[in-house]
């Protein structure tokens, strides 16, 4: 995929994100603990990863972590020993701690100590796609920057860059349509572009597919929503999810979500069972019919609605 064979590999590869680029290029040790927080795909894990380049620092010492999978105190305390520790590869090192927020609030309070003094030549950068699941104390430790969206221009920049080293040819119109629907998502540009860069495609077929794309990428999200539904949870935390939801995506996107969800399940390999399809169809048909007034106020009443349907009443 072209997100993951075309990642910057330097800050002159940075597209955009000026004001982080023109700070960090400059960074040199003694350095505070930086923090890069903004939504999915917008760079951040690609810049924590220039910055350990930039910085000089040798491939083996730079110690990429995904905190969600080493959320528990004692495997932070070890990871943060072994960075502290010298290394046969250089004398400088980073820690990347990404997704910071998936950290156990003890492992948050343990780097809490830790962070406030960094020994020189030694970095640290955190990703952070929830800022509000960090706790404020720590957040006070690092020198924050937002990851911003990036402009038409900038996407347009990356995606000629692209194009261009693939060898791929994208008519005017492919690129107009394709820069439009990923609402300045770098990641998602490239996630689509691989999939309409058949040159068979007609343009309602493209519209389609882009379309299915942008609902599919807020998918991860409306997902635990949809799981939700279908065990049968509480209605109170159903809503709960739902005005998590209402805050990030418009009604109408999150019902569409449901619907592509929904659709998907019934040609899973899971789903064998006659009555889950008859569930998952009428689950489908509420969802798609609840489309004709206010779009809040539907959605709101075919979740009610299906969640009541669910629990059989
Ligand atoms: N500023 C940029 N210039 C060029 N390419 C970019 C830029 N930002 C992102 N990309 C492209 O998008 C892809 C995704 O970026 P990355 O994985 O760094 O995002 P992220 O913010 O860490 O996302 P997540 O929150 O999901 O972890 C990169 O591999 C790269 O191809
Ligand atoms: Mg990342």
């Given at each position: 995929m072209y997100h993951l064979t075309h990642r910057p590999s330097s800050w002159d590869e940075v597209v955009g994100q000026e004001v982080i680029v023109s700070k960090l290029r400059k960074a040199i040790f003694p350095l505070p603990p930086y923090m890069l927080e903004g939504g999915r795909g917008l760079g951040k894990t690609s810049m924590a990863l220039v910055l350990g380049k930039s910085l000089g620092i040798a491939k083996g010492n730079i110690i990429e972590i995904n905190c969600v999978h080493y959320s528990t105190k004692a495997s932070i305390e070890d990871i943060y020993r072994n960075f502290l520790r010298g290394s046969f590869h250089g004398s400088s090192k980073l820690l990347v701690l990404d997704e910071i927020h998936g950290m156990s609030s003890a492992s948050q309070q343990f780097l809490l100590k830790e962070l406030e003094n960094l020994p020189s030549e030694r970095a640290v950068i955190a990703c952070t796609t929830t800022v509000e699941k960090v706790i404020p104390t720590l957040l006070d430790r690092f020198v924050r920057y937002r990851v911003k969206p990036l402009s038409d221009s900038n996407l347009k920049i990356i995606l000629d860059k692209v194009i261009k080293e693939e060898g791929i040819a994208l008519s005017r119109w492919k690129k107009v349509l394709l820069i439009k629907s990923v609402d300045g998502n770098p990641r998602n540009l490239l996630t689509s572009l691989y999939k309409i860069e058949d040159t068979s495609l007609s343009k309602e077929d493209v519209e389609k597919i882009l379309e299915v794309a942008s609902v599919v990428n807020d998918g991860e999200d409306v997902l635990s929503l949809a799981k939700m539904l279908l065990s049968g949870s509480p209605w109170e935390a159903i809503s709960k999810e739902m005005t998590v939801l209402l805050k990030k995506l418009t009604p109408d996107s999150i019902r569409i979500a449901l619907v592509s969800i929904y659709s998907s399940r019934l040609l899973?390999?899971?789903?064998?069972d006659e009555k889950d399809t008859l569930e998952l169809t009428k689950v489908f048909l509420e969802t798609l019919r609840s489309n004709s007034f206010l779009e809040k106020a539907n959605l709101i009443l075919s979740v009610r609605h299906l969640y009541l349907i669910i629990k059989g009443e």
């Open positions: 899973s390999r899971y789903v064998t």
